[in-house]
């Protein structure tokens, strides 16, 4: 990982925690609470600065930040004091708490629709029919007793018209090793099969994806752009010979041995013809310059509503994955911490930009949604505890609440100690 793509994984955490902490800071502010102190990243500080009644500080630490509020701890409280944390309605407590995750959830989806803006590649079997072209001899596929030609149509219980859909589901299951159930349509009817808990990589499973035969991109200066061929092109037959699918196209090409090609061409409506002479590239080999991999972008409208729809299946996700995790059915092996977050930006980052904004948001959606757990010290269990005070008509005993608090730090530094120490030495 270079300098400059470690400087963006830290300019980038810094970011979130600031629009974290500047949810809880605005929140202070608006609820008339004294904000002694706004810091991003730990101690020791590198930089302070006193602006009002307010310190601003950068730590040298940049795995998190906090706004120290007048009475928020509970040693500090004053219901006396109207700048004082425990002098205000729960209500007032409330928005403070919530403020932070609030803009986290606030940015992911803020920013989310711009990747889909963007023009981006991927593999246009991802929009297609998730049907199996063949099956590897001797593969996981095989062995589950999948079939050329079958098509997966639900993944437990949840119905995947597409290749994405499908690989959405299983990635989950497949990375926390649980068994997957699959629908296939096979002769017009519903045959159940079952995949095993071992860890393989999908890619690895031994299915090759049925692909349409069409056009996505044609490269700059190659044989087919200099011949005529265009994106959107669906290839019906190459020297006479029929093509069915992707995979048929790459094999006509590989065996010609770089004579002239006829391709024979569906093009809005028409059939026609054009005679391709493939180009020898460095290594030898004769290459036509066409791909399946495609290039889209999309308009605001939908491009909002692919984003939010992706950000919802993700939480969905992760609540999944906490609800094992708590059962017993996920393992601390599959939890991601500091190292794992800032490796993933940095070579995130080396991808460009829209992959890395991507992440961003995902980054941003879970320190929202995980910060609004029921658990002290996050802000979900200070919000718990405003709530159980609301509900008794008292506040909790102090020394309670400073035992709630040591209790769960204490806690959550220790897991993520496990994490780190984990992530180091693998």
């Known amino acids: 990982m270079s300098i400059s793509t470690i400087l963006i994984a830290i300019l980038v955490l810094a970011v979130l925690i600031f629009i974290h902490e500047l949810g809880h800071f605005m929140g202070a ?21 006193t602006v009002g009644e307010t310190e601003y ?60 803006m963007m023009a981006g590649e991927r593999p246009a079997f991802l929009s297609q029919p998730a049907q199996i072209l063949r099956v590897e001899p001797g593969s996981l596929a095989e062995q589950a007793q999948l079939r050329a030609g079958d098509i997966i149509v639900k993944v437990e219980n949840v119905e995947t018209p597409t290749w994405s859909d499908v690989l959405t589901q299983m990635t989950p299951r497949t990375v926390s090793q649980e068994r997957t159930t699959l629908i296939v349509q096979r002769n017009q009817m519903g ?29 700059s200066g190659s044989a087919a752009q200099k011949a005529g061929l265009k994106p959107g092109d669906r290839v019906v037959s190459i ?17 010609n041995q770089g004579n002239t090609m006829a391709f024979t061409l ?44 992706l950000l919802l299946d993700i939480s969905a996700q992760m609540f999944e994955f906490l609800g094992r995790l ?46 609004l757990l029921p658990f002290p010290p996050l802000d979900g269990g200070r ?9 008794r008509g008292a506040a909790l ?6 035992r709630m608090q040591i209790g769960g730090f204490l806690l959550l530094m220790l897991l993520m100690v496990l994490v780190t120490i984990r992530e180091l030495t693998h």
């Not at 502010?29 to 600065?49: H, Y």
């Not at 020297?239 to 065996?255: A, C, I, L, Y």
């Not at 919000?383 to 509900?391: D, F, S, T």
């Open 326 to 371: 708590f059962t017993g059915g996920a393992s601390l092996g599959e939890v991601v911490g500091p190292v794992g977050i800032f490796q993933a930006i940095g070579s995130t980052a080396e991808r460009g930009f829209a992959p890395l904004i991507m992440l961003v948001a995902l980054i941003s959606l879970n320190l929202g949604l995980l910060n």
């Open 29 to 49: 502010r608006w609820a008339g609470v004294r904000v002694n102190q706004f810091s991003i990243g730990f101690p020791p500080f590198v930089f302070k600065k």
């Open 266 to 309: 569906l093009r809005g409506g028409s059939q026609l013809t054009i005679p391709v002479n493939p180009a020898q590239d460095r290594d030898g080999k004769f290459r036509v310059g066409i791909s399946s991999i495609i290039t889209e972008s999309y308009g605001f409208g939908e491009a909002v509503v692919r984003g939010e729809s």
């Open 191 to 219: 045959v159940p099969i079952t995949i095993p808990p071992t860890g393989m990589k999908i890619k690895d499973f031994g299915w090759v994806q049925w692909e349409e035969p069409v056009v996505g991109t044609v490269l």
């Open 239 to 255: 020297n006479g010979k029929d093509v069915n699918n992707w995979e048929d196209v790459v094999t006509q090409v590989r065996v």
């Open 383 to 391: 919000i718990l505890i405003v709530a159980v005070e609301k509900i």
């Open 397 to 402: 005993p102090i020394d309670f609440k400073l």
């Open 57 to 116: 500080a950068i730590g040298a630490i940049p795995l998190g930040g906090f706004v120290r509020l007048e009475g928020e701890n509970p040693e500090d409280e004053n219901a006396n004091d109207p700048a004082n944390y425990a002098s205000k309605g729960a209500w007032k407590k409330f928005v403070i708490l919530v403020a932070g995750p609030l803009m986290n959830l606030i940015l992911a989806m803020a920013v989310i629709p711009f990747v889909f």
